[in-house]
């Protein structure tokens, strides 16, 4: 089976242009996260899905971030606009009927000149 | 405020010997704790866990200690292989809330 598939996986932008990132989670996880990694915080959790519906998104660094989940199979984490404190990995993960194990995607590497 | 603290950004130890990676915590309510692994360009994967109702898991060369009274928790690898380097973060749950992780420690094991 395919693990948690994430694109693009590297993205290199402009200050101010709008950045999507995408995900697709194991089939049959009804738990989406979405995470950055950074030196300095190491793994933030920036939102959470349960069944397509967001639980938490108090990890979302400023209304410049969203995230939407239009259906059990796609996820997309989208920034507009984008700032070069933006620049870190971001990750995907997914799990069924819990938070403990999670499944990560291969992040995206982001960098904003 | 991190909840999780990781204080020692990289170890590195000779193949055969043992690897400790240790992890703090501040908040008492945490119940579940996990160790995930992360090799270079690919996301982190599950280890092993421990529930704050043992002292100690083990699986096969890895065994996660937990002091609750110290909020402290580490992991153990015995014998360490060339194939266990890698990023090791610790995280931890309160119930039903989401995980918090630790930066990450970087382990590089040695001939």
């Known amino acids: 089976d395919a693990g948690v598939i994430q694109s693009p996986r590297h993205e290199v932008t402009e200050m101010g242009q709008e950045v999507t990132l995408r995900c697709k989670p194991i089939?049959?996880?009804?738990?989406l996260f979405w995470y950055r990694q950074t030196m300095m915080r190491g793994l933030e959790l920036l939102i959470y899905?349960?069944?397509?519906?967001?639980?938490?998104d108090s990890g979302m660094p400023e209304d410049r971030f969203s995230a939407k989940m239009p259906n059990a199979s796609f996820s997309t984490l989208k920034i507009q606009p984008s700032e070069p404190r933006d620049s870190a990995v971001y990750f995907c993960?997914?799990?069924?009927?819990?938070?403990?194990?999670?499944?990560f995607g291969p992040g995206t590497r982001l960098l904003v000149l | 405020d991190q909840q999780v603290k990781q204080n020692s950004p990289s170890l590195s130890v000779q193949e055969g010997r043992i690897s400790i990676l240790n992890c703090d915590y501040t908040n008492s309510m945490f119940d579940y704790f996990l160790w995930y692994k992360k090799y270079p360009a690919e996301g982190p994967t599950f280890l092993i866990s421990?529930?704050?109702?043992?002292d100690k898991n083990e699986d096969g060369r890895f065994t996660v200690f937990l002091n609750k009274s110290a909020k402290h928790l580490s992991l153990h690898i015995v014998p360490s292989q060339p194939g266990d380097s890698a990023v090791y973060f610790c995280?931890?749950?309160?119930?039903?809330?989401?995980?918090?992780f630790g930066t990450g420690t970087r382990l590089q094991v040695f001939p």
């Open positions: 421990i529930s704050s109702i043992k």
């Open positions: 899905f349960n069944n397509n519906v967001p639980i938490d």
């Open positions: 995280a931890a749950k309160e119930d039903t809330d989401k995980l918090i």
């Open positions: 089939s049959g996880h009804d738990y």
């Open positions: 993960a997914s799990s069924l009927g819990g938070m403990e194990t999670q499944y």
